[in-house]
Structure formats: C-alpha cells, structure tokens
C-alpha cells in the first residue's frame, strides 16, 4: 500500500515562494505518473501539474505556468512542487497523488489518481 506525505506548506506574502515535497513509501513510485492539485475553500479539487515517471514530461495548468515546476526524484521516492510568484489565488490545500495507469502519460483528472496525501495549506497574502 503506497503512502503519500506532504511538507512545505506554510504563509508566505504574494510574490514570494514555497517548495513543497511528497514523499512516497510502502512501494517504489518510479514506474507511476504523479501528480499535484489543490482544493481552495468552497471550490472543486483542481489539476496543478503532472509528470510522467522518468520525468522526461510534465503538463501544468495554465494559471500557473511559467511560476510553478514540478519535479521528482525515483531514487529517493520524492516529488516535488517549486512555486514561485505566488499570488493570493494560489492559496489552497495542495495534495499530491499517484496514479497506476500507464506511467508514460500525463493525466488531468482526479479520479485517474488513486493514492493520495493528506494534503498540505499554502496561504498566500496580498
């Protein structure tokens, strides 16, 4: 059984940055495509980013391309969400998932996933 954990959540000031890391155990991730989202109150769960399992590949949504880069590292079972230029509208519950379809793919929605964090808060102030 394949368990997620989030850290590097926490309050930072519009404009800033925060590095959030997911790590795996309880089973190798490498063969997976991973994925970030986040759930803002009052609003649906929403696709972040994603990355295939080499990390050859990676799709972002559009609100955050250009600010956020999502990573990973298979020998240390971590993947990892670099979030520059935080605006306020990126403040929301991120989670990250695992999904065991093909690896080689990049997949948007959420019910392809099915492991998941607890989630970590990401409050940015303007």
């Known amino acids: 059984q394949v368990q997620l954990v989030e850290s590097g959540g926490g309050f930072v000031q519009a404009g800033g940055s925060l590095r959030l890391s997911c790590e795996a155990s309880?089973?190798?991730?490498?063969?997976?495509?991973m994925g970030w989202f986040r759930q803002a109150p009052g609003k649906e769960r929403e696709f972040v980013a994603a990355?295939?399992?080499?990390?050859?590949?990676?799709d972002y949504v559009d609100s955050v391309k250009g600010r956020f880069t999502i990573s990973r590292d298979n020998a240390k079972n971590t993947l990892t969400l670099q979030m520059n230029s935080l605006k306020p509208e990126d403040t929301a519950v991120y989670y990250c998932?695992?999904?065991?379809?093909?690896?080689?793919?990049?997949?948007?929605?959420?019910?392809?996933?099915?492991?998941w964090g607890q989630g970590t808060q990401v409050t940015v102030s303007s």
């Open positions: 998932a695992l999904t065991t379809l093909d690896g080689s793919r990049l997949y948007r929605v959420a019910p392809f996933y099915n492991y």
């Open positions: 990355i295939e399992w080499s990390g050859g590949r990676t």
């Open positions: 309880g089973g190798s991730f490498s063969g997976y495509t």
